[in-house]
């Protein structure tokens, strides 16, 4: 316990400091303005969203909290690295989940053959050891639960409930045209765990915010508010609120609309939004399309010390077009980081995951992302996502028709890498500060190449004996590789004074770094929607996680 205690203390502090006027400084020394939400966007412009703490970062950053990851300059002073942004690897086995029940396949009407996420929810629920999913079962159908042990081979449990695997039956008045889930495992009472929002399906003309009970009744039931299709919400632990992703309309078709609580299903929630993200000049148009992009959804999660977002982007073509063509519309999803929880930088916008636009593939268009958003799974994440085909196994076609599950995996923390390739390299971090004693990278370097390690203090002067020529060079490719120098047991001696990390680096990639509490690597950083090994959605045991 002595060992947890300066992270939850620290974490618990910096939550509740405020400066003038109100102003909340975040774990990461980001101080929020007195305004929060901010509601100073303006809809009609097309620039890319502004990022005040990538213009002015604080004096000294705290790194307590999570691996610390090289997605933007915020950590960096100087650097002559390389940074490579890179995306996600369809799993060789997609799809990994598909329409075979009855349910799944549906009446014999337009639309029909779906297992759709859109957002459903898929997640690690460490009670269980399991992975759960939650997904409609056929085009506007109810709501139901697969279970897996590994995110790849699903099974679909008799739950007595209503019927097979379903949680919801089609029609119910609860059940939404769209249903977003979220396992919150850190709910105290078990029939809250299951958090859930529909949206009206012209039964009743709100989204509703409620929780699932084991026995399948609806509880807490409350109206959140008018809003179109396709919202979703999320949990930012970082300041302990609930946000909702908000779909209305703007100038240029579909955006987003922000509002949060610290109180999970407060009525009226979405009544209280100010206008948050849209598709802007750097998301370009589909060549062979040409429609201006829009944006579809944000769905983000914590992962390690940042919100990860995922925006799903519509490229088109206007549903009229894939309605008389019996196709589904295009649709990317396209990565996003936030250190405050509401400004985002999207520094890359390539499709992270994105369709194929192939007649006859199964991910041939209308790409989903779900809540939670990545599953941690040794050293990969997992990102599951819906795709659609456009045509049922009896080969009826339709532009919501015939959609399934797939991965994408990627390396963990392995959105940026800062690369040194024929020529050496440093990067320099900004004024840090930390109260754990063990340094740990995750990096990829060749037997030809080397990285070391060396603290220097706010001038540049290294610190001995933390130097370079003391550190013990690595040539080694792990998500999780300490770093020790000759002469020195830990960084104790530096804890809670403001020092910089230079990094030597010949031949690699360097994709994070952490100061942990104990020699396991735990980095107290968030972990998306979980993973095998974690009692929970907070890395506690680093090296122990694995298999």
Known sequence: MKQLLPFFVINLILSMLVGPLGAETLYNGIRLPAEWPVNSRDPKSRAPMDVPYLKAPPQVIPIDVGRQLFVDDFLIAETTLTRTHHVAKKHAGNPVFKPTTPD??????????????????????????????????????????????DAIHWERPNLGLAGGNLILARG?????????????????????????????????????????????????ETAAGSAGDYCSFFYNPFR?????????????GRNRYYAESPVYGQPGAFDRSVYWADADDLDKPDPKIGDAPQLYSVSAVAYESIMLGMFQILL???NS???????????????????????????????????????GDWDRGYVHTTTGVCLVVGDQL??????????????????????????????????????????????????????????FVNAAVPVDGELRVEVV????????????????????????QAITWNGATDLATLR???????????RGSLYAFWVSPDASGASRGYLGAGGPGYPGVIDTVGAAARP
């Open 321 to 359: 077009i894939c309605e008389l063509g019996n196709f589904p519309k295009f649709t990317a999803l396209k990565i996003g980081y936030s250190r405050d929880g509401f400004h985002w930088d999207r520094p890359d916008r390539r499709a992270f995951i994105g369709p194929t636009q192939r007649d």
């Open 104 to 149: 799944e396949i549906g009446p014999a009407d337009s639309q029909r053959a779906v297992c759709y996420l859109g957002h459903g929810g898929v997640f690690y629920d460490p009670t269980v050891q399991l992975f759960k999913m939650w997904y409609t079962a056929d085009w506007r159908g109810g709501l139901a639960l697969a279970t897996s042990r």
């Open 240 to 252: 302990r609120v609930w946000v909702y992703s908000i779909k209305r309309s703007g100038p240029y």
């Open 316 to 318: 088109g073509p206007r």
């Open 457 to 480: 203090d706010e001038n540049g002067a290294p610190i001995a004996p933390f130097t370079r020529e003391n550190c013990v060079p690595v040539a080694a490719d792990k998500t999780l």
């Open 172 to 220: 119910s008045a609860q059940v939404g045209g769209d249903n977003a889930v979220w396992l919150d495992t850190t709910a105290t009472n078990p029939a809250e765990r299951v958090k859930f929002l529909a949206d009206h399906t012209g039964k009743r003309k709100s989204h509703f915010l409620s929780t699932i009970a084991d026995d399948g009744r609806v509880l807490n």
């Open 496 to 506: 809670g004074r403001p020092v910089r990390f230079r990094f030597h680096l010949s």
């Open 382 to 439: 997992f990102f599951p996502y819906t795709a659609y085909s456009g045509i049922a196994p009896d080969g009826h076609r339709g532009m919501y028709t015939g959609a399934s599950v797939g991965l994408a995996v990627l390396r963990r923390d392995g959105f940026a890498s800062m690369d040194a390739k024929d020529k050496a390299g440093t990067l320099t971090t900004r004024p840090v500060s930390f109260s754990g004693r063990q340094l």
